[in-house]
T-cell receptor, first 114, second 112 residues
Framework: EPEVTQTPSHQVTQMGQEVILRCVPI?????FYWYRQILGQKVEFLVSFYNNEISEKSEIFDDQFSVERPDGSNFTLKIRSTKLEDSAMYFCASSATGNFYEQYFGPGTRLTVT | AQSVTQPDIHITVSEGASLELRCNYSYGATPYLFWYVQSPGQGLQLLLK??????LVQGIKGFEAEFKRSQSSFNLRKPSVHWSDAAEYFC??????????FGAGTRLTVKP
């Protein structure tokens, strides 16, 4: 069964450093998403991406965040200058259509900022 | 604004007992509703979803949920809980902006 994959599973970085979280969505999917979950809190929407551009973003997704689909398979989330409060689990998701039918989630990348 | 409330932060049930997890939503139109489960250290797995039609929806692992528009609820149920059901459960609503709003989650503990 096709699945969304994410690498790395755990990333430790120092405050102020740039990190790139990688996701490989399901191959025939067209819509891509990033969510984050701070430890013990709810899952929060960050951004959705379609047709090589951001279609929607939350207030969390400020200028330090960016997303990119550098090739036909990867979908990345970049945090330019990490802060302690960026420590969270980051989930990538993809869907075949944009009607939030069946958003398939990856296993997540745990980001720890020290 | 669209939102989801899960009133119970933590629920403990005995193995074999029935389970009901509560979810209330706030949304102006017909909502798209989901239940996800997250086992420790794992990602989110879709249990079931409601878009339209029959208000009682069946999902995986023996779960079901009932959409009640009059109560703005979408409660998750299972007639007999197994120890492997211990996890965090999230209710979510799909929005017109094509993102999902999650509830805070309910942690389920299963006693032997």
């Amino acid at each position: 069964e096709p699945e969304v994959t994410q690498t790395p599973s755990h990333q430790v970085t120092q405050m102020g450093q740039e990190v790139i979280l990688r996701c490989v969505p399901i191959s025939n999917h067209l819509y891509f998403y990033w969510y984050r979950q701070i430890l013990g809190q709810k899952v929060e929407f960050l951004v959705s991406f379609y047709n090589n551009e951001i279609s929607e973003k939350s207030e969390i997704f400020d200028d330090q965040f960016s997303v990119e689909r550098p090739d036909g398979s990867n979908f990345t989330l970049k945090i330019r200058s990490t802060k302690l409060e960026d420590s969270a689990m980051y989930f990538c998701a993809s869907s075949a259509t944009g009607n939030f039918y069946e958003q398939y989630f990856g296993p997540g990348t745990r980001l720890t900022v020290t | 604004a669209q939102s989801v409330t899960q009133p119970d932060i933590h629920i403990t049930v005995s193995e074999g007992a029935s389970l009901e997890l509560r979810c209330n939503y706030s949304y102006g139109a017909t909502p798209y509703l989901f239940w996800y489960v997250q086992s420790p250290g794992q990602g989110l797995q879709l249990l079931l979803k409601y878009f339209s039609g029959d208000t009682l929806v069946q999902g995986i692992k023996g779960f079901e949920a009932e959409f009640k528009r009059s109560q703005s609820s979408f409660n998750l149920r299972k007639p007999s809980v197994h120890w492997s059901d211990a996890a965090e459960y999230f209710c979510a609503v799909g929005t017109v902006d094509n993102d999902m709003r999650f509830g805070a989650g309910t942690r389920l503990t299963v006693k032997p």
